[in-house]
T-cell receptor, first 111, second 110 residues
Framework: DADVTQTPRNRITKTGKRIMLECSQT?????MYWYRQDPGLGLRLIYY?????DINKGEISDGYSVSRQAQAKFSLSLESAIPNQTALYFC?????WGPGYFGPGTRLTVL | QQQVKQSPQSLIVQKGGISIINCAYE??????FPWYQQFPGKGPALLIA?????SEKKEGRFTISFNKSAKQFSLHIMDSQPGDSATYFC?????????FGTGTRLQVFP
């Protein structure tokens, strides 16, 4: 089984809809991250969490929110999706410095 | 604001050759420099990382060279193989807020 799983893997939604992307990990790591990948822009950090009670904004947190339901679960929400949030989203975990293990990604399309 | 500049954007290397990808950073406070490898349809995977107290780190065929005064670091892939064909990202940080380069697509031909 994969160490970091993301659901859904693909999602098409409409502008204005609320959407949640979920991430689960079996690594036992405290640190979890949400990244967004756009062609030609690399990966950009949306939010990160060091433990269940610790949530931190990344460089592009506007329009996103997160919830750390348990050590193993970290979900990303788009409260009102807009087309420029169309991207590939990755969840990642780490036991120390920076993301070490990435999930397979969620391809999100906002029409 | 691009704080980590990566080049080239794409690279074609023959099997057995050396692949070299370069990155330059601006923030002198950065103290952690990892490289990630990403295959199509997969998430990135941490490949190798270095801290600025050493000038070189080698793991198998992969080597990071670090030049603190020039604020540059590079990834060398020795004896490149077709299985190395992937996109490579450099990154830099002082905390957990990694700043990624824009990626280099490497293609290794037999």
């Amino acid at each position: 089984d994969a160490d970091v799983t993301q659901t859904p893997r693909n999602r098409i939604t409409k502008t204005g809809k609320r959407i949640m992307l979920e991430c689960s990990q079996t690594k036992g790591h405290d640190r979890m991250y949400w990244y967004r990948q756009d062609p030609g822009l690399g990966l950009r950090l949306i939010y990160y969490s060091f433990d269940v009670k610790d949530i931190n904004k990344g460089e592009i947190s506007d329009g996103y929110s997160v919830s750390r339901q348990a050590q193993a679960k970290f979900s990303l929400s788009l409260e009102s999706a807009i087309p420029n949030q169309t991207a590939l989203y990755f969840c990642a975990t780490s036991e120390s410095w920076g993301p070490g293990y990435f999930g397979p990604g969620t391809r999100l399309t906002v029409l | 604001q691009q704080q980590v500049k990566q080049s080239p954007q794409s690279l074609i290397v023959q099997k057995g050759g050396i692949s070299i990808i370069n990155c330059a950073y601006e923030n002198t406070a950065f103290d952690y420099f990892p490289w990630y490898q990403q295959f199509p349809g997969k998430g990135p995977a941490l490949l190798i990382a270095i801290r600025p107290d050493v000038s070189e780190k080698k793991e198998g065929r992969f080597t990071i060279s670090f030049n603190k005064s020039a604020k540059q670091f590079s990834l060398h892939i020795m004896d490149s193989q077709p299985g190395d064909s992937a996109t490579y990202f450099c990154a830099a940080s002082r905390t957990d807020k990694l700043i990624f380069g824009t990626g280099t697509r490497l293609q290794v031909f037999p």
